[in-house]
């Protein structure tokens, strides 16, 4: 089984990082470190809706609930069975 972390990292880093030298970590800044605007949030979500075969509500995908790796993991497991 893949680990989630390892999984949204490697997404973050493949379509939101320009720079191949920047270097993020599960717990950088994503949404208020502006590597993930609004519309990018949309598409990261349709990904681990997909991913995961899970649902994530709108209300619950919030900027806060995607600022950080470790934030969207505990995002992910919440609408996991």
């Known amino acids: 089984m893949d680990d989630k972390k390892d999984v949204v990292l490697k ?5 939101y990082l320009e720079d191949e030298d920047d270097e993020i970590t599960y717990d950088t ?13 949309v598409s990261l979500k349709r990904f ?4 995961y075969s ?6 619950k995908a919030t900027p806060e609930a995607f600022d950080s790796v470790d934030k969207i993991v505990v995002l992910v497991n919440e609408f996991l069975k």
């Open 29 to 41: 800044p994503l949404i208020s470190g502006g590597i993930v605007d609004s519309f990018s949030m």
């Open 48 to 51: 681990l809706e997909n991913k």
């Open 11 to 15: 997404y973050v880093i493949e379509e």
């Open 54 to 59: 899970i649902s994530i509500p709108d209300e």
